[in-house]
T-cell receptor, first 115, second 115 residues
Framework: AQSVTQPDIHITVSEGASLELRCNYS??????LFWYVQSPGQGLQLLLK??????LVQGIKGFEAEFKRSQSSFNLRKPSVHWSDAAEYFC?????????????FGTGTRLQVFP | GAVVSQHPSRVICKSGTSVKIECRSL??????MFWYRQFPKQSLMLMAT?????????EQGVEKDKFLINHASLTLSTLTVTSAHPEDSSFYIC???????????FGPGTRLTVL
């Protein structure tokens, strides 16, 4: 069955520290992978996505993620966290290009940033 | 580009009434729109996939007669919660899939509170 696992429900870091949010997926075919961020009471904003090619993907706001097929992982990283990064982060997996295929979301990781 | 709006952003209604939520793609055409439901501190759960000009496809466990979806044009989909009850209170988020793009663009969400 297709699934996305985000093992960390809640992470707390100090401002300026590095960050890694974990994401593991189970998918029968080559997946399309996404990371979204959600601020309280808001919709989702796309941080980055992986379709093919270079397995290290750069996104907005200084985030990057690395696709590791052997580990079925797509971990999100940022070298230096800012207080404004505090939010909920969702990893999602989708099928190859199709107008009707849906996204499967992980349960999310809530990031708290201390000054 | 690729902006999705939702209206209203918040709605409070009495139990037994119906509520309509609109999802619009403002600067692109979307043959497919998705409706999600999000409970507090939880992930997004896909409710249904809406295709322009055809009937929506509902996920297992979602009552199609209760959550009416209409996708009458390439830029507008509506979700009507009929005979709302307090347990329908939730955050409803729509997304729109841009034609020929393997990416969903999310609206800001609608918070429904049923008294």
């Amino acid at each position: 069955a297709q699934s996305v696992t985000q093992p960390d429900i809640h992470i707390t870091v100090s401002e300026g520290a590095s960050l890694e949010l974990r994401c593991n997926y189970s998918y029968g075919a080559t997946p399309y992978l996404f990371w979204y961020v959600q601020s309280p009471g808001q919709g989702l904003q796309l941080l980055l996505k992986y379709f093919s090619g270079d397995t290290l993907v750069q996104g907005i706001k200084g985030f990057e993620a690395e696709f590791k097929r052997s580990q079925s992982s797509f971990n999100l990283r940022k070298p230096s966290v800012h207080w404004s990064d505090a939010a909920e982060y969702f990893c999602a997996v989708g099928a190859q290009l199709s107008d009707t295929d849906k996204l499967i979301f992980g349960t999310g990781t809530r990031l708290q940033v201390f000054p | 580009g690729a902006v999705v709006s939702q209206h209203p952003s918040r709605v409070i209604c009495k139990s037994g009434t119906s509520v309509k939520i609109e999802c619009r793609s403002l600067d692109f055409q979307a043959t497919t729109m998705f409706w999600y439901r999000q409970f507090p501190k939880q992930s997004l759960m896909l409710m249904a996939t809406s295709n322009e000009g055809s009937k929506a496809t509902y996920e297992q466990g979602v009552e199609k007669d209760k959550f009416l979806i209409n996708h009458a044009s390439l830029t507008l989909s509506t979700l009507t919660v009929t005979s709302a009850h307090p347990e329908d209170s939730s955050f409803y988020i729509c997304s729109a899939r841009r034609v020929s793009y393997n990416e969903q663009f999310f609206g800001p969400g609608t918070r429904l509170t049923v008294l």
